[in-house]
């Protein structure tokens, strides 16, 4: 190994045992289990090699992601079509923040559905991509000061989905029931503190 390349590798940089490429750090994904926390190889021959292996097994990745859809609907409270919609709605989200900064997200669920995690809009988060990568298959626990819980967000979501009246299922009645008693509190906690300035 000549002494340019030594230097690349103090300065941040790793050298892919695939394509044998001198790379940025930003280059490879997170692996938890080696010394500076990232793959052997680059992302690009990551790619290139989980494309040929389902290639070779295509049967195994359909009855993988069928496995998933099955425990993901299995684990699905209330409407499925509206978890669907807040799903794409987080999925959205993180493209046009993706376009501000450069910085790919992610969906998570806060509890994995590998641990028994619910597929709702309660169990979202945006991550970026290297920090879901390093959460993996855990769960995070209500407390864990990493969580990204956004109540706005996810008020503004079911308030989109009712006023699109895409379903009329009794969750769905039931949510636009607790939206409008909420507002409702809201109004009446402002109308009080007004009474209140005003003497």
Same mark, same amino acid.
């Given at each position: ?25 930003? %280059? ?5 289990? $080696? !010394? ?7 992302? /690009?021959? +990551?790619?290139?090699? =989980? ?17 998933? %859809? ?5 684990? $699905? !409270? ?7 919609? /807040?799903? +794409?709605?987080?999925? =959205? ?107």
């Amino acid at each position: 190994m000549d002494a340019e390349v030594q230097k690349k590798l103090k300065d941040g940089y790793k050298r892919c045992s695939t394509c044998k490429r001198t790379k940025p750090l930003s %280059d490879f994904n997170y692996r938890r289990d $080696t !010394p500076d926390n990232k793959q052997y190889h680059c992302a /690009a021959c +990551g790619i290139k090699r =989980n494309a040929k292996y389902y290639a070779e097994r295509p049967q195994e990745a359909i009855d993988r992601r069928a496995a998933r %859809d099955e425990r993901k609907a299995e684990q $699905t !409270p209330g409407c499925p079509a509206f978890a669907e919609y /807040a799903y +794409g709605f987080y999925k =959205n989200e993180g493209k046009l923040l993706y376009l501000k900064d450069g910085i790919p997200r992610e969906v998570d669920h806060i509890v994995s559905i590998a641990d028994g995690g619910y597929h709702h809009i309660d169990n979202f988060q945006l991550l970026t991509k290297s920090e879901n990568r390093r959460k993996g298959a855990d769960s995070w626990s209500p407390d864990d000061p990493r969580l990204k819980p956004n109540k706005a967000f996810q008020e503004l979501i079911k308030r989109r989905w009712l006023q699109e009246d895409r379903c009329r299922c009794e969750h769905c009645q039931a949510m636009a029931r607790d939206i409008i008693e909420t507002r409702e509190r809201r109004r009446a906690r402002q109308r009080e503190r007004m009474e209140d300035r005003l003497g």
